[in-house]
């Protein structure tokens, strides 16, 4: 087993092993420090992959602005951080199968991509992936479209915000 | 390859031959000597946070007029040893009601969000941790975790003052994240890259402090804000809220958060070196002179660098000590009313104006830059002044408004 390959295992049981803590931990601030962690796995994840743009990203936006925002929500609305009622539904099995069939099928179809065992190829050395990146998301034959079209959607998002945020004058 | 010229690739080329000697695999040889480069860059950068305690007392004292520490060693140099031993041999108190493992978790936090960006800091051309090509994204980053270590501190505490501290400091963080990051496209935009070592480099012709004052001077109000240092300090406003988020932590874990703070405020003078005035590269145009060429050998250079990062750290604190905390609704409102838009339009005139200039002969460019910082430096003065103007005129109406500002006063 390589380095890479113990540092992937390891990042994959902190993600998993914090997801779970997430959605058990009866402590609601405890629950989004869970979050936290598995979005820094996630991270992880990208960084060993070599997609330092992602990784840097995944940091700032998930733990820097969303899981913050969680838990200022949380601490602001509840009065009581505790979770006394039950965890779990009567009926909780469906749910598990149906999660267990999708995972089936998702491990099924992605062995199923010819090349899975194939060892990826170093990146080209001198390669920015960053300007890379810069230039896919302006260029005409790649993605500058869905770009623009995300940014017309956030752009509403902000107005719509600003106009549900404003106290009416009258 | 010399040991003058490249010191931390000798150093390391010398090691793994030592571990391979000792028949170690390639790969644990390699792990090793990332184990020991980490721990090396620590130890100096704690080590020159136990020199920063010193420097910062000293200074405050000439600002206030003092003598400072001066009773232990000479010039008082011994004295944050003496400082340390005390916090080490402290009580430690964990809180009766305090939520025990994030409370513990959080001045170590506190302290590695921090450290980790030394990670990216080139302290010399031969001499960095890892030149990341998203660089200034990591800064962010890096800040994001800061801002979690003191979410966590004041909560945890179970403390009405350090949990008040910490939403102060948490809305103070969010909101100037936005004019930094907005300012931190302007020195990529000048080279080319997010790289901290791409940017020293591009910067050999000129520096960015002279083709962007308005976007240094932008960078420098959001990083004391970022650092929560007057006048952004309302998170420990020990006036109203006697320490904010620290307050419940004694001893060593109190040491964590002041070490912490003290290393922030250097890094970011750090960056300020880098990212406006050339970092370890330059010193006023001299390393070119063929006489000054010993200013490019990689430990002159490291000096260069501590010496213009102390001079940014120096501007932090000069401005910490004379300037007056600000309320909290004045900081907002200065942040987002002013410091937001204005730093758009500086990053639209930079985007602009290099790809039209950079045509013209490299004197006309850096004057086009400069005089177009200048030009909007002046509007954006008239603007205020016309404002405040506007504002005074209404006060002095006698009506409602009048009187209800003087009552909230």
């Known amino acids: 087993m390589t380095a890479e390959q113990i540092i992937f295992l390891l990042t994959g049981a902190l993600v998993l092993g914090s997801a779970i803590m997430v959605v058990t931990v009866r402590n609601l601030l405890h629950a989004a420090l869970w979050l936290v962690a598995s979005l820094f796995g996630v991270a992880v994840l990208y960084a060993i992959l070599q997609a330092n743009f992602l990784a840097v990203v995944q940091v700032v936006v998930y733990i820097g602005a969303i899981a913050i925002l969680f838990i200022f929500a949380v601490m602001l609305t509840r009065r009581e951080l505790m979770e006394k009622g039950r965890q779990t539904r009567p009926n909780w099995w469906i749910p598990a199968l149906l999660g267990l069939l999708l995972l089936t099928g998702l491990v099924l179809l992605i062995l199923n991509i010819p090349g899975i065992n194939r060892t990826a190829a170093a990146l080209p050395v001198g390669l920015d992936t960053v300007q890379a990146l810069g230039t896919a998301l302006v260029s005409p034959d790649a993605y500058v479209l869905p770009f623009e079209v995300a940014s017309v959607l956030m752009l509403a998002a902000l107005v719509g915000a600003v106009y549900v945020a404003t106290v009416d004058k009258k | ?409």
Not at chain 2, 252 to 257: A, E, L, Q, S, Y
Not at chain 2, 297 to 308: D, E, G, H, S, T
Not at chain 2, 309 to 323: E, H, P, T
């Open chain 2, 1 to 409: 390859m010399t040991f003058w010229n490249n010191p931390i690739n000798f150093i390391s080329t010398w090691l793994t031959g030592v571990l391979t000697g000792w028949r170690l695999p390639a790969a644990l040889s390699t792990i090793l000597l990332y184990v020991v480069g980490i721990t090396v860059l620590i130890i100096f950068a704690m080590t020159l946070d136990i020199g920063l305690v010193w420097i910062e007392r000293k200074v405050v004292a000439r600002f206030q007029d003092r003598l400072g520490p001066n009773r232990i060693g000479p010039f008082g140099l011994i004295q944050p040893v003496a400082d340390i031993i005390k916090m080490v041999i402290k009580e430690d108190i964990t809180p009766d009601g305090a939520d025990k493992i994030i409370y513990n978790i959080a001045p170590v936090l506190a302290a590695t969000s921090v450290i980790v960006l030394w990670a990216i800091l080139p302290l010399a051309s031969t001499i960095y941790g890892v030149d990341l090509n998203v660089g200034l994204l990591y800064i962010v980053a890096a800040g994001a975790l800061g801002t979690l270590a003191i979410i966590m501190a004041g909560w945890s505490s179970n403390n009405k003052y350090a949990l008040l501290g910490a939403f102060r400091m948490v809305s103070n963080m969010i909101s100037y994240e936005i004019p930094m990051v907005i300012i931190l496209l302007v020195p990529t935009i000048l080279a080319n890259t997010m790289s901290v070592r791409g940017i020293t480099q591009a910067q050999t012709g000129m520096w960015f402090a002279i083709l962007s004052p308005l976007a240094l001077l932008i960078f420098l109000i959001s990083a004391i804000a970022e650092l929560g240092r007057s006048p952004f300090d309302l998170n420990e406003a020990e006036s109203e809220i006697v320490a904010g988020f620290h307050i419940e932590y004694t001893g060593m874990k109190f040491g964590w958060f002041y070490a912490g703070e003290l290393l922030h405020a250097f890094t970011f003078g750090g960056f300020m070196a880098i990212l406006f005035f050339g970092g370890y590269g330059g010193f006023f145009g001299l390393e070119k002179l063929a006489f000054f060429s010993w200013l490019n050998i990689p430990f002159v250079q490291a000096l260069v660098f501590i010496a213009k990062a102390m001079f940014g750290y120096w501007v932090i604190m000069w401005i910490k000590y004379s300037v007056p905390r600000i309320r909290i609704d004045h900081m907002l409102a200065f942040n987002w009313k002013f410091l937001v838009p204005l730093s758009l339009v500086v990053l639209v005139n930079t985007a602009v104006l290099n790809k039209v200039l950079i045509f013209l002969p490299s004197w006309l460019y850096v004057l086009g830059m400069f005089g177009s910082n200048l030009v909007i430096g002046f509007v954006t003065v008239e603007i205020l002044r016309a404002y405040g103007r506007k504002q005074r005129k209404a006060e002095q109406k006698p009506g409602p408004q009048t009187q209800t500002q003087e009552q909230a006063l």
